[in-house]
């Protein structure tokens, strides 16, 4: 009865471990809102979550999906456009809405930016009205200049019978080697709400960057391979995807690469393969190596050349931290359920 949290074992101790697995055989169904490459879709997937439909507006990004889950109900096209009516009743609707109208890098213009689509994914909570809501986006949420954006946010999923929440979550406590810290916001219906908790931290470090991406960078028999991974002794700055306007493939701000020279690592750019046995100097990441950071399972194939990928990478939500935040929604979704088995 591990997966359950603290809170629930005093209602769970007495419940048959084969009426759990009834919840996991029949799931729990999601919504889920700018899919992007599949990183939050991935994590609810690993916390026993299936997928109704995911909307997502770049097609390199649903091609991503596509590829990788066929079987998947992958809606290309505009939110704005996409009506909740037909999902009522949706366990969980979930998203990554765009981090442009909060983030430090632009304006912060919050609800004056025309990429602000929490207002729709608002509406489709109240089209689908499901029994949890999971939304993340960039620490620049968080900021006193949005205090008002989000109480209105708040308010509203009050009025709709949620308990809402925020908490800033770092990636590197979920086992991920990146310094990444996201917002994530969660309204469980009222009836639920005492049932959930946000998930605790790791109890151990994670891998460094040269202890993670040792083996990608000697596939090639690459000489420095050893000596590079004792250099590369931290976990990794944020990763940056950028924009179709802004960005490429390169490893972020100046700020961001000088982070990485101190690993060993030139941010000016990617490369399409892992450096030859003579190379010499600072290795460039492969986007396979960046996935990997983002705590892709190296199975998780990324459509589009280089560039495409990698911003599909860098914008990504890392699968852990989802599955952290999803399992506990999970859980306390499971608990209504599993008495009405009882």
């Known amino acids: 009865m591990d997966f359950f949290p603290p809170y629930m074992l005093?209602?769970?101790?007495k419940i048959k471990m084969s009426q759990f697995n009834k919840i996991k055989m029949s799931q729990f169904t999601s919504l889920?809102?700018?899919a992007g490459a599949g990183g939050q879709s991935l994590g609810l997937e690993m916390a026993?979550?299936?997928h109704a439909a995911l909307i997502e507006l770049e097609p390199a990004a649903c091609a991503t999906l596509r590829?990788?889950?066929?079987a998947w109900n992958v809606i290309e096209g505009d939110?704005?456009?996409f009506s909740g009516i037909a999902y009522k009743g949706m366990d969980l609707v979930a998203g990554g809405v765009p981090c442009p109208p909060f983030s430090k890098a632009g304006k912060q213009l919050g609800a004056n930016d025309e990429r602000d689509l929490f207002p729709e994914a608002i509406r489709l909570v109240d089209e689908c009205r499901p029994q949890a809501v999971m939304l993340e986006n960039v620490r620049g949420l968080l900021d006193a200049v949005?205090?008002?954006y989000r109480n209105k946010v708040e308010n509203r999923l009050k009025a709709l019978g949620y308990v809402p929440g925020w908490r800033l979550l770092n990636a590197s406590d979920y086992g991920v080697s990146q310094l990444r810290p996201r917002v994530v916001f969660v309204g469980i219906?009222?009836?639920l709400a005492a049932g959930f908790s946000w998930p605790e931290s790791l109890k151990t470090e994670p891998l460094t960057v040269g202890n993670l991406l040792h083996d990608l960078m000697k596939a090639n028999g690459w000489r420095g391979a050893d000596r590079w991974r004792e250099q590369a002794s931290a976990i990794a700055p944020t990763l940056v995807g950028g924009s179709k306007k802004h960005g490429g493939p390169d490893l972020g701000p100046t700020r961001a690469k000088r982070a990485w020279a101190t690993l060993g690592v030139d941010g000016m750019g990617l490369s399409d393969d892992a450096p030859l046995p003579d190379f010499v100097g600072m290795p460039r990441l492969t986007p396979r190596?960046?996935?990997r950071i983002q705590g892709f399972p190296d199975d998780w194939q990324f459509s589009g050349r280089k560039t495409a990928a990698y911003r599909q990478i860098g914008n990504a939500f890392p699968p852990p931290v989802a599955a952290a935040v999803a399992r506990q929604i999970f859980a306390a979704l499971a608990v209504k359920r599993i008495f009405k088995v009882a």
């Open 67 to 70: 590829l990788n889950r066929p």
């Open 189 to 191: 219906r009222k009836e």
């Open 289 to 291: 190596m960046t996935a």
């Open 146 to 148: 949005f205090d008002d």
């Open 32 to 34: 889920e809102l700018c």
């Open 79 to 81: 939110l704005r456009q």
């Open 48 to 50: 026993g979550f299936g």
């Open 10 to 13: 005093n209602s769970c101790q």
